[in-house]
């Protein structure tokens, strides 16, 4: 595999390097991240390897556990990542919410959006 198919996104090689200083650990890291985005049925590239570098806290071994659960369903990787308060809330899902409920889901789902966007600015400043 040649060098330049190992460069990623330029957000991604933000945030890659802002989570693994080393060189060795980012080269790593970056391999493991190339895993995804290669079948054709994996979407949304970007944005899921961004989901997974979050998740992973900067650990190698959790990086591994997310690409392979994107791998499986990519979906799940962006719920954890983006909408995690959402994600615990099960009562959610329920199609006859009360407008109290439909409230508090519409304030999960802004706390949900700031945290990430929180995240993807972190390292900008």
Same mark, same amino acid.
Request: charged share 40%.
């Given at each position: 595999?040649?060098?330049?198919?190992? +460069?990623?996104?330029?957000?991604?090689?933000? $945030?890659l390097? !802002?989570?693994?200083?080393?060189?060795?650990?980012?080269?790593?890291?970056?391999?493991?991240?190339?895993?995804?985005? +290669?079948?054709?049925y994996?979407?949304?590239?970007?944005? +899921?390897?961004? !989901?997974?570098?979050?998740?992973?806290? *900067?650990a190698?071994?959790?990086?591994?556990?997310?690409t392979?659960?994107?791998? *499986?369903?990519?979906?799940?990787?962006?719920?954890?990542? #983006?909408?995690?308060?959402?994600?615990?809330?099960?009562?959610?899902?329920?199609p006859?919410?009360?407008?109290?409920?439909?409230?508090e889901? $519409?304030?999960?789902?802004?706390?949900?959006?700031?945290?990430?966007?929180?995240?993807?600015? $972190?390292?900008? #400043?």
């Open positions: 595999m040649s060098g330049e198919r190992k +460069v990623l996104e330029p957000e991604v090689e933000h $945030k390097a !802002a989570a693994w200083p080393s060189e060795e650990d980012r080269a790593a890291a970056r391999a493991e991240l190339s895993r995804y985005g +290669v079948e054709s994996e979407r949304e590239t970007e944005r +899921v390897r961004l !989901a997974i570098i979050k998740l992973s806290g *900067g190698l071994g959790e990086l591994r556990r997310m392979d659960a994107a791998k *499986g369903d990519y979906r799940d990787v962006l719920m954890w990542a #983006e909408s995690p308060e959402e994600a615990k809330a099960l009562w959610a899902m329920n006859n919410l009360t407008d109290e409920q439909r409230l889901l $519409k304030a999960i789902r802004r706390r949900d959006r700031a945290q990430m966007d929180a995240w993807l600015r $972190k390292s900008q #400043e």
